[in-house]
Nanobody, 114 residues
Framework: QVQLVESGGGLVQPGGSLRLSCAAS????????MGWYRQAPGKQRELVAT???????NYADSVKGRFTISRDNAKNTVYLQMNSLKLEDTAVYYC????????WGQGTQVTVSS
């Protein structure tokens, strides 16, 4: 059974930081491209960042220079370090695994508010 379990969300003030984690099980993690997506109320789910199996990264223009995606294959975990958070970063953040199969986590809420 494949599981992607996100953690690290919460409430933070503008300009603050959070680090999201996504622990994967049931897949050969090192062979999968991993990604973070987000969905704000009333909006479509959008790409935030991806890291391929060979550690190539890609970012949405809106988060470049502020967010960093990384992976630890020994821990089957992908991270999203989010700095200089803005009000518009408020959303549910979802972890995604893409490889021989395609999977989503349950999401973690990130709220940026003063």
């Amino acid at each position: 059974q494949v599981q992607l379990v996100e953690s690290g969300g919460g409430l933070v003030q503008p300009g603050g930081s959070l680090r999201l984690s996504c622990a994967a099980s049931g897949i050969l993690f090192s062979y999968y491209d991993m990604g973070w997506y987000r969905q704000a109320p009333g909006k479509q789910r959008e790409l935030v960042a991806t890291v391929t199996a060979v550690a190539t990264t890609n970012y949405a223009d809106s988060v470049k220079g502020r967010f960093t995606i990384s992976r630890d294959n020994a821990k089957n975990t992908v991270y999203l370090q989010m700095n200089s958070l803005k009000l518009e970063d408020t959303a549910v953040y979802y972890c995604n695994a893409r490889g021989a199969s395609y999977h989503w986590g349950q999401g973690t809420q990130v709220t940026v508010s003063s």
